[in-house]
Structure formats: structure tokens, C-alpha cells
């Protein structure tokens, strides 16, 4: 709440969930949380949200989280062609596809929303290709598949996020600390599509931000600034790594508050400031619009609210 987060989707476990719930029935949930739990669990959500319900504005469930692949720096992510710094592998598969086919379409099929993580090339399109068989089988209806983080993606992969209606949530705080050693790892070539805010935008793709946190910093301000600028920390990259994916400070924000509140089936309720929607909202020390994005980290918060309640306010 001290860095004006005032809702998380959490990809958890089902002890994670009890978690929140012991908190909501005590009145010591301050933030909305949408608990998401692991898809490999979805008959197990199927009877859970049978016995009661999927929550309140508070605290929500029904979605499932799966992984294709692993990461780019275990050199883990899932590419087309070898890692340019490790010729023996191209990554791997953290999941038995068959397996996770089956807990998609099954999930799917049961109206729970598929947030699975996809981070190399050929993960992101192995996934697209997934949803687009699941849209196909289980026919048309408001799912929201979200692939999380969608890192590095094929050239084709763009227009195909935008016609299946497949949202990337991503995290432009790893655009800058990625951005150091990335090309080492992958090379010139496929760095171009690499958190590609600016193409995924263009194509018309439905962007949300998040942190990724514990990997990353949850603060927002810093996520602004990574996508506003792309400057890595070790300075190497002043005027921004992979510049032409630099997108503007309306359409960042615009990812980390409507786009990330449509991504949470959210965005009727929260995510603007318009008459009839709760009253979550952050006050800072100044205009991010009148800052240069240099100095967007330094601002401070100065007041958090959730649904009308001050639930922080910065001493001074």
C-alpha cells in the first residue's frame, strides 16, 4: 500500500488462498487480491468455486496458472533455435505438454481464466497456438487468456495476441535488468522483439503491467520508468535498449491500471476514476506528466486509498 499497489493477482497455491480468506473474514485484507491457483488443480477449483462461489470485489478466484517454459537467464526459456551463448540447448519445457493441454481445454471448458507463463519464442507460440485451439473447441465466450510475461516473441507472433484476444502480461522491469546480457544470450537478431511493448500495442494487443514480484521490484514507479526509457542499469544503454519498443507514460500507465484491471475481470469496477467505480486511488508528491522519466522513481507516494478507505498516508 506504501507504493500505491492497491490490488495484486497472485499466483499462488491453495494455502495462499486460505491465507486471504482468513485475512478477508478478519477484516485485515486492505488490498484486493485475486488468488490464482495452479491449473494442474482445476477439479479441484471446479468443486471449490461449487461450495463457494468465486468471492467478492476483495478477494476473487477462478484462475489457473501454468508454466511452458523455464527462463532466460537459466538459459531454460523455449526458442526456436539455440541459445547464442549456449549453442548445446534451446530451452525446455518445464510442463509435459500433453498435460498441460489436457488442464487448458479442461479449465477452459469449466470457465476458469488461463494464466500461463510462456517466455521464449517458441514457448509463446507453442501457447498461442493452445488458446487458439481452446477458443476453437470450447467455443466463443469472455476468457481473457493471459500469457504471462510473453518476453521474446516470434515476428508473427504480434497480430495473433490481438485476433484471439490473448492478453501479454508483462513486466517492464526485467526490460532493464534483462537488457544487460540479453543479446549475449540470444543474440542481435531476436533482441528486436524482445519486450516489445510498442509492437504488442500497435498490433492491438490488450497490454497489462505487473511486477513479477518476488523476482522484481513491486514498485511501480520503477516499472514506469523501465518502460518509459529502457535504460539498463549498467548504463550502457542511455537513449534505451531496443529503443523503438519505448512506449509513452499514458499508455504505461494506461497497462498497469485498466490493463491490468480488465486482465483480473476487474475493469467495470476499478482501474479509472469515473462516477460509479470504486474509489481505488494513488496521490503523489507531483505530476508524472510533468516530469522528465528520469525522475519518475523519485517520486513519492503520498496517499493510498481502497474503496473509499485512506489505507496509507506518508508521515509529513
Not at 44 to 71: H, I, P, T, Y
Request: proline residues 5%.
Amino acid at each position: 500500500l506504501s507504493l500505491g499497489v492497491t490490488q495484486t493477482h497472485h499466483m499462488g497455491t491453495w494455502t495462499d488462498l486460505e491465507t486471504f480468506r482468513r485475512a478477508r473474514a478478519d477484516g485485515r485484507l486492505k488490498m484486493r487480491v485475486y488468488s490464482v491457483v495452479p491449473i494442474s488443480t482445476w477439479e479441484r477449483l471446479q468443486d471449490f468455486v461449487a461450495e463457494n462461489g468465486r468471492g467478492d470485489d476483495f478477494l476473487w478466484w477462478g484462475g489457473l496458472k501454468g508454466f511452458v517454459d523455464g527462463s532466460l537467464g537459466s538459459t531454460t526459456a523455449w526458442f526456436y533455435e539455440p541459445y547464442s551463448d549456449e549453442p548445446g540447448t534451446s530451452g525446455l519445457l518445464t510442463t509435459d505438454t500433453a498435460s498441460l493441454r489436457r488442464w487448458a481445454k479442461a479449465g477452459d471448458a469449466a470457465g476458469f481464466q488461463l494464466i500461463i507463463h510462456a517466455i521464449g519464442d517458441q514457448a509463446n507460440d507453442w501457447l498461442l497456438d493452445l488458446y487458439e485451439e481452446t477458443i476453437t473447441e470450447n467455443g466463443d465466450r469472455d476468457r481473457r487468456p493471459r500469457i504471462e510475461h510473453a518476453q521474446h516473441l516470434s515476428p508473427d507472433a504480434f497480430s495473433r495476441f490481438a485476433e484471439l484476444g490473448v492478453i501479454p502480461a508483462m513486466q517492464p522491469f526485467h526490460a532493464i535488468d534483462d537488457g544487460r546480457w540479453a543479446e549475449k544470450r540470444i543474440g542481435p537478431e531476436r533482441i528486436k522483439t524482445t519486450y516489445a511493448f510498442r509492437s504488442l500495442l500497435d498490433a492491438g494487443a490488450p497490454l497489462a503491467f505487473g511486477s513479477d514480484w518476488t523476482v522484481a521490484p513491486m514498485d511501480v514507479r520503477q516499472g514506469l520508468y523501465a518502460a518509459l526509457t529502457r535504460r539498463t542499469f549498467d548504463g550502457a544503454n542511455p537513449d534505451g535498449w531496443v529503443p523503438e519498443e519505448k512506449i509513452t507514460l499514458e499508455e504505461a500507465l494506461g497497462a498497469y491500471t485498466m490493463g491490468s484491471a480488465r486482465a483480473g475481470f476487474m475493469g467495470e469496477k476499478v482501474g479509472s476514476l469515473q462516477p460509479g467505480k470504486f474509489a481505488d486511488l494513488v496521490i503523489l508528491s507531483q505530476d508524472l506528466f510533468q516530469l522528465d522519466p528520469l525522475e519518475i522513481p523519485a517520486v513519492q507516494v503520498d496517499l493510498t486509498m481502497v474503496d473509499g478507505e485512506i489505507v496509507y498516508h506518508r508521515e509529513g
